[in-house]
């Protein structure tokens, strides 16, 4: 995936920021402790029983107004989600194993009060790709770049799912 490189660089350094956030780009910072938070995370998601991308869904929807974790906190779970999908053979699911990895992933569904840039809405994308409808409707509350930067990954999650990708079933 070409543009989730692009964003998930090793530069991109994640980890439990304190409450109030750090920069969500800490560039070039020493991240021993983020990795092995991330290796954690990535070993106890592969570890849970795996739920449908339906039952995600209905799951944040049902828990917007209830979840208030901060726009930092989401950041190294998603991370972590990201990175164990990549280790489970393009089976979307596995990387919505846990309800702190559905909790983090709630931010982007309730995104429109929270400006996001390039990689939250890649992230938004990719990680939730249920939501690309939800994600049309942010597009006028962007900045001209963000709005190029997320019709962009827009047309690769379209183009991926219309070849038939790994995207699961409760995309469309």
């Given amino acids: ?17 304190p409450e109030g956030g750090a920069s969500l780009r800490a560039m070039d910072e020493d991240v021993g402790d983020e990795n092995y938070e991330i290796q954690a995370m990535q070993d106890r998601v592969l570890e849970l029983e795996p739920v449908t991308m339906v039952e995600c869904a209905e799951l944040i929807k049902a828990n917007v107004e209830q979840w208030g974790t901060t726009i930092r906190r989401k950041v190294p779970l998603c991370q972590a989600a990201e990175e164990a999908r990549a280790h489970c053979e393009g089976n979307f699911t596995k990387a919505f194993q846990s309800h702190e990895d559905v909790e983090s992933c709630k931010q982007f569904m309730d995104a429109r009060e ?6 939250e809405a890649t992230m938004l994308l990719d990680l939730v790709p249920h939501t690309v409808e ?7 509350a962007l900045s001209s770049r963000e709005e190029a930067d997320l019709r962009e990954v827009l047309k690769f999650i379209q183009e991926r799912r219309s070849m038939g990708g790994n995207m699961p079933s409760a995309f469309g």
């Fill in 134 to 140: 939800q994600a049309r409707e942010l597009l006028p």
């Fill in 114 to 119: 929270n400006p996001f840039d390039k990689v």
């Fill in 1 to 17: 995936n070409p543009i989730l490189r692009s964003h998930f660089g090793s530069s991109f350094a994640v980890g439990s920021a």
